[in-house]
């Protein structure tokens, strides 16, 4: 059988300079700065309108996870705690949160995060309200002879600007192989979204995770062993369900409920981020020479940028 080659086959890809990034937390620092009148109280006034909002830092965690322990620490529901955007696990963050609530966080994780009552306000925290992510990026093992084209590099983004691509970051449950679940959504294929939400795993799991999620995979289709190997609340109310309505015509799509919305959010921000990097590598092959271009191969798709001329 004859392969065909494809444009990529063909195309000239540049390397990235050797360094390393996120070794530590501390590594990769993101400071929220918002936009809201903040008016002062006491510690733990009670208000009867508004919002308290909280500066929130936290340190190897996700924002929906620690956000999901300090509800149920303060006996409240998820979408009753507001923010702006999900931040780094492996990092150290600081952004703001919002609730109708008095929030105080589970004694066994103050060594990971802190929580700060700012205020009043009188809206809830939204991505609308954040000004600007601030980043501090510190990169290890960097070769001495590649500083004079990093300064360079600096320079030129200074005055060009820089193409705000996503890469590992938002795409760090993304498998080749499986492609992005949220695609299996725009042809309501609740099924194969389900099972690739689930199964999808992330370097920072432990070997115990990974391995029930194998085992998901290899017993798919058979719910009361899928239901025997699950340890999450949302594995066990998902095969649960389907153990007992595996042969309704939607029970699939019933299935989309067990599902947390922020979890939902984030899985299409995945697809979203995916068309974003297609849309604007195409726009800049269609409108500038491949002459005044860079191509980068990562495993999502090639990534463009402009070329400095010499």
């Known amino acids: 059988m004859e392969i065909k080659k494809t444009y990529l086959d063909e195309m000239k890809f540049s390397g990235f300079l050797s360094g390393k990034v996120k070794v530590l937390p501390e590594d ?37 996870d620690i956000l999901m322990r300090i509800a149920k620490e303060n006996k409240i529901k998820l979408k009753e705690i507001q923010y702006g955007g999900r931040k780094d696990r492996y990092a150290i963050t600081t952004q703001y949160i919002t609730s109708k609530h008095i929030l105080t966080i ?12 700012l205020g009043k306000v009188t809206e809830p925290m939204s991505a609308r309200l954040i000004l600007e992510n601030e980043f501090i990026i510190t990169i290890r093992a960097i070769q001495e002879k590649e500083l004079p084209l990093i300064e360079k590099n600096i320079e030129f983004v200074l005055h060009h600007g820089f193409i705000n691509y996503f890469d590992s970051q938002r795409f ?12 299996y959504l ?17 370097s920072t799991e432990s070997k115990q995770a990974k391995d029930r999620k194998y085992s998901l995979e290899k017993f798919w289709g058979n719910w009361q062993e899928c239901l025997k190997i699950s ?61 005044d271009l860079l191509y980068f ?14």
């Open 28 to 64: 990769f620092i993101v400071n929220e700065k918002i936009y809201l009148d903040i008016k002062p109280i006491e510690p733990h006034q009670n208000i009867e309108k508004g919002f308290y909002l909280y500066r929130l830092k936290k340190i190897n965690w996700n924002t929906s």
């Open 106 to 117: 589970p004694k066994e994780y103050r060594n990971k995060i802190e929580l700060e009552l």
């Open 172 to 183: 760090s449950t993304f498998k080749q192989e499986r492609g992005i679940p949220a695609f």
């Open 186 to 202: 725009l042809n309501h294929d609740y099924e194969r979204f389900i099972k690739f939400y689930l199964i999808q795993t992330l």
């Open 231 to 291: 340890k999450t609340n949302l594995e066990k109310n998902l095969f649960s369900f389907l153990v007992k309505n595996s042969h309704r015509k939607n029970s699939f799509k019933e299935c989309m409920k067990f599902i947390p919305k922020e979890e939902l959010k984030f899985m299409i921000s995945i697809l979203q981020a995916f068309i974003w990097n297609h849309c604007i590598a195409k726009f800049l092959e269609r409108t500038l020479s491949s002459t």
């Open 297 to 310: 191969k990562t495993r999502i798709g090639p990534l463009i940028f402009l070329k400095q001329s010499k």
